[in-house]
């Protein structure tokens, strides 16, 4: 009886201790995607406002940038993975990445454009808001980091 007692109290600090493991990476992941994020949507927003660059063009840029940053830190503080070779690393991380591009500037645009073809929004927010891609960027870059980024990356890019 003390040996399964036993037994069950060591399988169960082992599951917390992959929990914990887990919650980790997954900690690490958001700030490193939140820093990602901020160059992301500087270079976004900089890029249009100053440069007077289209919103589409200036999304793309800004994810290429923030994807290589995104890369940089994963590879090095997130997943420490130094000890595996880059160039492996870094095909599945392109594959990754230009999925998340793709999503990001296909979901940016059809949001955009969904709202400001939207009599409603128009009429509301028309008046108050100028740039609403910047709107549609937030919506979209969650949903793309939540459903995709995080995800393939444990599983696919950085898996030992």
Request: with cysteine.
């Amino acid at each position: 009886m003390a040996d399964v007692i036993e037994r069950n109290n060591l399988k169960r600090k082992k599951g917390w201790k992959i929990r914990r493991r887990e919650i980790a990476f997954f900690i690490k992941a958001q700030l490193s995607a939140q820093v990602a994020t901020v160059v992301d949507f500087l270079a976004t927003i900089m890029l249009v406002k100053f440069l007077d660059i289209y919103y589409l063009y200036a999304t793309f840029m800004g994810s290429v940038l923030g994807g290589a940053v995104n890369c940089i830190i994963n590879y090095g503080w997130v997943f420490n993975f130094q000890k595996h070779k880059k160039l492996p690393v870094a095909l599945k991380y392109f594959f990754v990445w230009g999925g998340s591009i793709l999503l990001n500037t296909w979901g940016i645009f059809a949001v955009t454009e969904w709202l400001t073809d939207s009599r409603w929004v128009n009429e509301l927010l028309g008046y108050y808001v100028k740039d609403i891609f910047i709107f549609s960027k937030i919506v979209v870059a969650i949903a793309v980091a939540l459903c995709w980024n995080y995800y393939l990356q444990r599983t696919f890019v950085f898996r030992d």
